[in-house]
């Protein structure tokens, strides 16, 4: 599984053989989480409050790529937080 962004501790990784919602994962230590592509929400997983704000924030500038990314099976290295 590929890393896709890096910030604050936190890695966005997507795996691209998965099936269901689109979706992509957060680990932040020895947390995790799973996130809805469309609509940011956390599925699955126990990560913090903190790092799941700023995944969200993070997602909505890269929603779009996010998708594509998903769409494509592509990988595309994308930037942290702004």
């Known amino acids: ?3 896709i962004a890096r910030f604050y501790g936190i890695v966005i990784k997507m ?5 269901g919602v689109p979706h992509f994962h957060a680990v932040y230590g020895e947390f995790v989480g799973v ?3 469309s609509n940011l929400e956390m599925i699955e997983g126990d ?3 903190r ?3 700023l995944v969200r924030d993070w ?4 929603q779009s790529a996010l998708q594509q ?3 494509t099976k592509e990988f ?3 930037p942290g937080i702004d």
Do not use: Y
């Open 35 to 37: 996130f809805v592509i």
């Open 15 to 19: 795996f691209f053989s998965e099936h």
């Open 51 to 53: 790092a799941q704000r």
């Open 76 to 78: 595309v290295q994308l």
């Open 59 to 62: 997602a909505e500038q890269h």
């Open 69 to 71: 990314m998903w769409n």
């Open 47 to 49: 990560l913090p409050a």
């Open 1 to 3: 599984m590929p890393a």
